[in-house]
């Protein structure tokens, strides 16, 4: 079913309170685009796939009296249409925000919807890069493009992802009114929640270079990186950029940009650094989100155990 067709099955009265919901979400809590999109996608689907499930499209009335076995239903149908558990359990959790939004206005209590059970699934763990691996996929950077000013650009935007630990678009989002860096930075990050970062002196040293190769002149409202035309960066050639040294290098598609930031984590547990003080450092809204990197280091650990003590 497409988007479309899946609209067509939505009641005008369940439509209106998606939107309204949606534009919530945008305007209060500051969801990413992104999210908003994959938020607008899993409720619609859902709702759509109760007016085929009931055999008629489900006006707030009907919505209250949503059963347990409805939501197994869905579920079911779900997972019999190829969505994984992962997926699926987004899913869940978009409803359950929708449902909790909807009862609180409608009045009403959405027991049966919480109830339902998220499917369990295995975590994928971060695959940061070794220490040497994200040295040298900094430098190699550094040799793609004979631009002096380009090759610079995309030194600085590596050396900030795992050195400070920025997320890619938190990088990019650097303006001129950030310059020049100092010993830290102030970086609004997912949720607009606010963090302060060390900036290390490598990092300093090449936005400095690159800043000074920059064709363009570093306005206090435009992006400090720049594409080819002058235009804020996007971070797709970025992660392009990266594909080709990953080939280079050998390296596995999950050498990602985002990689960098999980090098910089795993790097600073590995050495010792303090649980809390890295979720603060990554802008992580939860410690467990955090806690992912410990099971990198336990994962290596088992690894190294296995080939250093094979059975049979």
């Not at 300093?204 to 960066?233: H, K, N, S």
């Amino acid at each position: 079913m497409s988007r479309a067709e899946g609209s067509l099955l939505i009641s005008p009265a369940a439509r209106d309170a998606l939107t309204e919901w949606l534009e919530l979400q945008s305007a209060v809590q500051d969801r990413a685009e992104n999210t908003i999109t994959a938020y607008r996608g899993d409720v619609a689907e859902f709702l759509a796939f109760l007016t085929t499930h009931k055999g008629e499209a489900q006006g707030l009335g009907p919505l209250r009296d949503i059963t347990l076995s409805d939501m197994r239903a869905w579920m079911a149908a779900m997972r019999s249409g190829g969505c994984g558990a992962r997926s699926l359990a987004r899913k869940l959790s978009a409803v359950k925000s929708f449902y909790r939004w909807l009862a609180e206005r409608e009045g009403f209590e959405p027991t049966a919807v919480l109830a339902a059970r998220s499917p369990r699934y295995q975590r994928k763990l971060p695959r940061p890069l070794s220490v040497p691996d994200a040295a040298q996929m900094i430098e190699r950077v550094g040799e793609q493009d004979a631009r002096d000013w380009v090759a610079a650009r995309d030194t600085a935007v590596l050396t900030l992802l795992y050195g400070c630990g920025l997320r890619i678009s938190e990088a990019l989002g650097l303006t001129g009114a950030d310059l020049p860096l100092g010993e830290a930075l102030r970086i609004r990050g997912k949720g607009d929640k606010e963090r302060v970062v060390p900036v290390i002196a490598p990092a300093r040293a090449a936005v400095d270079r690159y800043v000074t190769l920059c064709p363009w002149e570093m306005e206090p409202d435009r992006a400090v990186f720049r594409g080819i035309r002058g235009g804020p960066l996007a971070a797709a050639q970025l992660r392009k950029t990266m594909a080709q040294v990953r080939a280079q290098m050998g390296l596995p598609a999950s050498a990602t940009p985002h990689a960098m930031r999980h090098s910089f984590a795993t790097h600073l547990l590995n050495a010792g650094g303090d649980l809390r003080a890295i979720q603060e450092l990554l802008g992580h809204a939860s410690l467990s989100t955090t806690q992912a990197y410990t099971a990198v280091d336990s994962a290596r650990l088992m690894e190294v155990y296995r080939k250093a003590h094979p059975r049979g």
